[in-house]
Structures are given as structure tokens and as C-alpha cells.
């Protein structure tokens, strides 16, 4: 479904760029980012950080029926990734052949293309992660 | 404060891609066979809660509780509906319990519907996807599919269970429909069928995946005193329960098991005074045939892990050891999603009662029935007793 214009470009910080956020007081560190740390609640005292983008494959899959506007794609692979810094985040992994994916292997973070709102719409970017190993 | 809770009528659909039945139809057909089921009039309702997934994405229908009141016949009365994705039903459920345990109200109807095949299929699965973590999920290209799959591969992985086991769950679903006459799939299928059919999300196949669906279940709840007074036949919710956990998958402490599931079946067991051993026979939320193997593990039907032994040995079977899924499940019987909770209090009910027909299990005195939002971000168990 299109969406207007500001739900994607407030997310351009953490879609482009890995940023993401931190607990001072317990040291948790989120991405996606948190605005409220679910260990310290109001206690919390939250920055941001930019994450390195390195990480390693936790689990994935390769889609055949794939999301709207991703049929050109099929099949391709989606992966939860574990990143260095801890958090775990939900990607595209590119650029490799199905057989060479497995948990545990590492990846690093690539700068593409996501999805296109049809013929005329918004071109929306972000990360997706590619084999290093 | 109403000690007790009765379900003192029930009625269902048949479940399916059901050209001829609108929204407004569906539910109206299940209420009013839940009410005549009941033997009570309407004029004895006092409430009415709807659980529905998406009405406003499936159908452009908003506004829920007012239309099926004004369907029903029963303009006038207090009506809401409840959503949390595929357990609005139970969710639904467990408020309309709740409305009589707190004393408000004495008679009331609850009904779960979705309405899912009037739009296109890419369609539905987007708004499926709402389930999920639309920024951070479903914007990167996953589907619903690709989230359970990813919980396959790591059970796969930490547990050693094979796409085998995974498999035995729909061959089992698929035989317990086969004596479902409303279920949407009434055949039985091989594990060579299942093993391959065609891919959805590596590993999961086609018959490892619960179908869009219409349909709509509901069923009459009554308090101790109205439930002596009005039936003959009761069936009492001994104890209902909920927790959640995080809207995205990848934010959960494990993927190989669900925590949300976990966390209300501690809670579930403690207040109806049971173990997990005490239950006969258990409704469970098989969307994907993966997510049957991690929920009886989560109920404690066994350690976790050993799930897919159970399922290979026959353990969920019909006659054995703990009976899951009579109705075919909704890999078998379908998942109208707001629906499914509903339909899983029908069926238990019905084996409670001792009319299961075919699918009868024998000394049926307690079933648990457990419904599942999203990939494992909300889970509502209820108990259900004969006595």
C-alpha cells in the first residue's frame, strides 16, 4: 500500500545509516531503535549510536512467494542477523547463491534499493547485507 | 463477582473460500446458530463482542460492533469488537469472560469472523502482514511465511528436528479434517504430498501453511447462575489467560520457541489448579505446521525440542496420548483468522459435549485451546472443562 512521503524519510537515519540507539544506564543497545529501554523504563537514559553493520547470519530463508512489488526478486532471501554490537534486525541478504547461506556465516551491510511504489512512486532505500565469508 | 462462566451455545461456519457469504452473513449465521444452539432469546443478551482481524483491509468495513448488532437483531445493546491479528477470537473470548467474572454482565455473545478471499491473494498477505512489524519486518521484503520459516530453521538447528516431524503435523491436521464436514480442506494427504509441495519460504511448503480462509464461529457465554437457569448443558472456561512478547521476531530472547505461550500457559495452568498432564485433548495455533511443534512444547506437553518426536510418533493423533487438533487444525479446517479462536472454543466444546461425530475422543473431561497474534506476539490460552 503507498504511504506519503514523511513515514519514509523520518526513518532515513536508521534505513540509510544503522542508526540506532542505547541505554546508558544498562548498556542494552537497539536496533531497531528505542525510544524507551525495556529494562530501565523512565529510569533509561537513551543516545543514539551508529551501528558498524558487521554481523553474522542468526537464522534466514529464501522467499518464493514473495511481498507485493517483489515479484521481480523471487526467490529471495531474508535473514535475521545478529549484529556485532548485539541487536537483531530483519534483512535482505544479496549478491549470493542460496546454497551458500547458513546460520553463523558473516555478513556486512550494503546500501540498495528496497522498493518501488509502482511506475511513479517513491524509491525507497535502505540496508540489506551481503555474505563477507 | 460471577465466580463461574459457562459456553452454553456455539455455532460455526463452514470454513472455505465461500463465494456466496458476505462479512454480515458469516457472522450472522454462526451467532444465530450459537443462540438457537443456546436455547436462549435475545432478548436475554446483554453483550456482544467481535473479534475480526482486519475488516477494514479485507472489506473496507469498519465500525464492527454496531453492524453485526444491527444484523443480529439486537440493535440496542452494548457491542465492540476486539483485535490482536489471529487471536481477535480468543482475545474476544477472554473479554467477554471477563465481563461476567467481573459481575456487569449475566448472558453474552461472542463471535469471531474474517472474510479474507474478496480481495486479491498479494493483497491479503500484506494485510497479514500487519501482524507483523510493518517499519522493521515487513518493509525488508518478509512475509508471514518467512517468519515462521525462520523459526523452522533455527528449531531445525538447535533441536535436530526434521522437516519430517514438521510434516507428520499436516499429514495429522489433514486426517482430522478429513471427519471435519465444515472444515475448508476434508482430505487427507501423504507426507510424500507435503514433503513436495511447492516451495513457500524454504523450508516451508505449501502444505506446511494454514490457506486464507472465510468463516466465522460463535458461542454464548453465561455466568453460573444464568448458565444453571438457561442450559442443560454447560461447559465451564475454567481459567483464561494472555501475555505477550515483541511485535517483530527478531527482537525475541529465542527463536526456537515462544515465549508469549510459555509465560500464558504458566499463568493458564496455575489458575484452573492443572498441570499440562491433566489436559485431555488441546486446539492449537498451527498456522504453519512448525508453530504446532513449538506450541505443545510451550504448553509443556513435552520438554522443548521434542515436539517433532511427538508429532512422528503419533503422539497428536486422534488416539494418541493428547489428542491436538481434532478439527484439522487450521492448516486443515482453514484460519478466517479473526474466527480461529472461536472456532478452536467450538471444537472443544463439541468434544466436551461428546458430539465430535467422526473425531470423537473418548473421556473428554478437559481441553485447552491456544491462539496465536502474529509470529508469537500475543497468545491467549483458555481452559474448558465438562464439570
Known sequence: MSKGVAVHWRLIPQRYNLIGTECKGCGQKFFPPRQLCPNCRRSGNITEITFSGEGKIYSYTLIHVPSEGLGFMKPYAIGIIRLDEGPLLTAQIVDCKPEDLAIGKRVNSVFRKVIVDGDSGIIRYGYKFKLTE | ?387
Open chain 2, 1 to 387: 463477582m460471577n465466580k463461574k462462566v459457562a459456553i452454553i451455545g456455539i455455532g460455526i461456519t463452514p470454513f472455505g473460500e465461500l463465494w456466496t457469504r458476505g462479512y454480515r452473513d458469516l457472522i450472522t449465521d454462526a451467532g444465530t446458530e450459537a443462540i438457537i444452539d443456546s436455547g436462549i432469546d435475545g432478548k436475554d443478551i446483554e453483550g456482544l463482542y467481535i473479534g475480526s482481524m482486519s475488516p477494514g483491509r479485507f472489506s473496507g468495513q469498519e465500525h464492527i460492533g454496531a453492524l453485526v448488532a444491527d444484523y443480529s437483531g439486537l440493535t440496542g445493546i452494548y457491542a465492540t469488537r476486539i483485535e490482536g491479528a489471529c487471536a481477535s477470537g480468543s482475545l474476544a473470548l477472554r473479554e467477554a469472560y471477563l465481563a461476567i467474572k467481573s459481575g456487569e454482565m449475566d448472558v453474552v455473545v461472542v463471535g469471531g469472523v474474517e472474510k479474507m478471499t474478496d480481495v486479491p491473494t498479494s493483497s491479503a498477505t500484506v494485510t497479514l502482514m500487519g501482524a507483523g512489524d510493518q517499519e522493521w519486518e515487513a518493509f525488508k521484503g518478509a512475509t508471514f511465511p518467512s517468519l515462521y520459516a525462520m523459526m523452522a530453521r533455527r528449531h531445525m538447528f538447535e533441536y535436530g528436528t526434521t522437516i519430517e516431524q514438521i510434516s507428520q503435523v499436516a499429514v495429522k491436521s489433514h486426517e482430522n479434517a478429513s471427519r471435519n464436514p465444515n472444515a475448508q480442506f476434508p482430505f487427507k494427504v501423504t507426507i510424500d504430498q507435503v514433503m513436495n509441495s511447492s516451495m513457500i519460504a524454504d523450508p516451508l511448503r505449501l502444505l506446511h501453511c494454514s490457506p486464507l480462509s472465510d468463516g466465522a464461529a460463535a458461542v454464548v457465554l453465561a455466568s453460573e447462575a444464568a448458565a444453571k437457569e438457561l442450559s442443560r448443558d454447560p461447559v465451564w472456561i475454567t481459567a483464561s489467560a494472555s501475555a505477550t512478547d515483541t511485535i517483530a521476531l527478531h527482537d525475541r530472547v529465542s527463536l526456537s520457541r515462544m515465549d508469549s505461550t510459555i509465560l500464558a500457559a504458566e499463568k493458564v495452568y496455575k489458575k484452573a489448579g492443572v498441570k499440562p498432564d491433566d489436559i485431555d485433548f488441546a486446539e492449537v495455533h498451527d498456522c504453519f505446521s512448525i508453530a504446532e511443534i513449538m506450541a505443545i512444547e510451550g504448553l509443556g506437553f513435552c520438554k522443548l525440542g521434542e515436539g517433532g518426536r511427538m508429532a512422528q510418533e503419533g503422539e497428536l493423533s486422534l488416539d494418541g496420548r493428547i489428542p491436538t487438533n481434532t478439527s484439522g487444525g487450521l492448516k486443515g479446517k482453514g484460519h478466517p483468522v479473526g474466527a480461529t479462536g472461536i472456532a478452536q472454543a467450538v471444537e472443544a466444546t463439541l468434544q466436551l459435549r461428546g458430539q465430535a461425530d467422526k473425531r470423537q475422543i473418548k473421556d473428554a473431561e478437559r481441553g485447552l485451546i491456544h491462539n496465536v497474534g502474529g509470529s508469537g506476539a500475543t497468545t491467549v490460552i483458555h481452559i474448558l472443562e465438562r464439570n
